[in-house]
C-alpha cells in the first residue's frame, strides 16, 4: 500500500478538494498553506485517517509538525500502522 497515495486521498475527501489532492507530493505544505485545513479540518481528518488505517491517534501524539508536510504526515500514519 501507498500510505502516502492513500494519505494524499484522504486529504482530498475530507477537506473537499476536488482532486486537487492528487497533486500533491511528500513535501507539499499543509498547515498554513492550505486554507480548508484548519483546526476543525484537522479533527475530521485525524478521525478519516483513524478509520482508513485501522489506527488510533492520542492527543498527546500530534502537533503542528505532525501536519506540516504531507511527508510529515504519511510518516506519522505508517509509524503508527507499523505499530
Do not use: C, Y
Not at 482530498?12 to 513535501?27: I, P, Y
Amino acid at each position: 500500500m501507498d500510505i502516502t497515495a492513500e494519505v494524499n486521498r484522504v486529504l482530498d475527501d475530507v477537506l473537499s478538494l476536488g482532486g486537487r489532492g492528487s497533486a500533491f507530493t511528500r513535501d507539499t505544505a499543509l498547515l498554513g498553506a492550505i486554507p480548508e485545513l484548519d483546526s476543525m479540518a484537522v479533527v475530521s481528518l485525524i478521525t478519516a485517517l483513524e478509520e482508513r488505517f485501522g489506527i488510533t491517534v492520542d492527543d498527546d501524539e500530534i502537533d503542528g509538525s505532525t501536519f506540516a508536510t504531507v511527508g510529515a504526515l504519511a510518516d506519522f500514519v505508517a509509524d503508527k500502522v507499523a505499530a
